[in-house]
């Protein structure tokens, strides 16, 4: 009697503390409950879409002077819910867009998708989720290059900030959308992650696989996860309109979600511009030309979608689902483009497509660093992407010389300002055989205002190119180097190279990054 009355016990208490998945609404907000084991309890505002209360395990979450929302919060919205078997979708809609939050029966996750038919109005198209910083805060997997919270001053516009010496800002916690399925804020027992199923949550975003922009920031009063989708940040293409997504925060007591998440359940939500698998294409084949040791990757986009692919060490590549069209189809050796194509996707089949080329260098002389669209190994590259040129830990900017033949790479500056490291010095010695006419190719991979290089070569001084496209955005500041990646080749006459030592000096008309 008393082992049946404990195992009765047993069963109440379980019952009595299981989770119930459903949703309450009152004048103001709905409460949705994930029905999870770890218990994820969250308020959507009935009159903007925010997020406006988090319970995780019973702790709040959710900062408490502003909300979680889309772009920076629609302010007012048309809201509504429904609930079908597992799933809760609220709905949040404008006459441009339309904001999903999604809930499946035992997850402690909340799915997103976003979809779009017009620019939004403040130029930015993101979710941003404002969490407890004291609860939630760190930031992975970057750690503290974000963490802007207690700074003494700023370095740079209102978004660089100094920090016990070091500079910080919340671009700094950027990656390649390519690598970037998973990015978290987390505190000792609470983890919360952004997951983005790579590539196809990305094929309504602008900027192709090495597109990189602002993940978290811990600014101390509150810590931020966010999806940027498309913003202003060195942008190299419109807009894509469409769906976005999907997305999602994962909420765990530790350790980060895989970030294959599976989404393929919105197929039977109704979600608009949303394309089932069974309605898309693929791409296969093989690439060739590019160095060995590089990653190869292949990259397909047109105006209304973009996908990309890493191929395997034999150069094999298939492609995600696509969207059926005609698309570009560009190969990368690392990030810079040697072969370009066009392919044509159908619904229901997978064509068959090959992709060749290589960086045509000619009789090189001499090369300083590789061609693949980085700076890598130049001077400060290593910290460029997580610090401010200006700060201390960066090595002196110059300006500096190069002797081919015998200066290590990081005797080059991966970045020249007009005012800071100019002139760039480079010598070099040639034999009475290369002597003649001859032409210097220098890469580039972004500018600001206008910069572009200009040469001279012994007592021979180059005209001033075109000035690039304008991207009209602060780049290596703000931890970004790519841009549209322009090539100037400047075609030295005969008689300009002598044998023996011979000298180039860049004369920057403004103030290149190179």
Known sequence: MRLGYIASLVALWAKATEAAFGYTTSSSSYTIDAGSANPLVFDVSRSTCDITSILYRGTQLQYSSQSSHIGSGLGSASVSITQTGDYIKVTCQTSSLIHYYVVRNGDSTVFMATHITAKPSVGELRYIARLSSSLLPDEIPFGVVSNTAGSSSTVEGSDVFVVNGQTRSKFYSSQRFIDDQVHCISGDDRRVCMVIPNPNSYESSSG????????????????????????????????????????????????????????????????????????????????????????????????????WAYTDSSGSFSSPPMKP???????????????????????????????????????????????????????????????????????????????VGSSPLTDFPMAVFKSVNNPVTIRFNLDSSQTGAATLRVGTTLSFAGARPQVTVNSWTSSVPPAPTNLNSRGVTRGAYRGYGEVYDFNIPSGTLVSGSNTVRSLPPNSPRI
């Open 208 to 307: 192709g696989p090495f597109f990189r922009d602002i993940n978290t920031n811990n600014g101390g009063s509150y810590n931020a996860l966010y999806f940027y989708m498309n913003s202003g940040h060195a942008q190299t293409e419109p807009y894509r309109m469409g769906l976005h997504g999907p997305y999602a925060m994962v909420f765990s007591r530790s350790g980060s979600p895989a970030g294959n998440l599976d989404t393929t359940f919105f197929e039977s939500l109704g979600i608009q511009g949303y394309v089932p698998r069974s309605q898309r294409g693929y791409v296969s084949g093989r690439a060739s030309g590019p160095v060995s040791g590089y990653p190869w990757v292949v990259h397909w986009y047109n105006s209304n979608a973009q996908y």
């Open 325 to 403: 069209g005609q698309y570009t189809m560009k190969l990368y050796q690392n990030e810079f483009p040697v072969a370009t194509e066009s392919v044509s996707v159908s619904t229901g089949s997978t064509v068959t497509k090959d992709i060749s080329g290589s960086v045509v260098t000619g009789n090189t002389i001499w090369r300083i660093g590789e061609w693949d669209g980085t700076p890598n190994g130049f001077r400060n590259a290593e910290n460029q992407l997580r610090m401010h040129p200006s700060d201390s830990r960066m090595a002196s900017w110059g300006p500096l010389t190069y002797t």
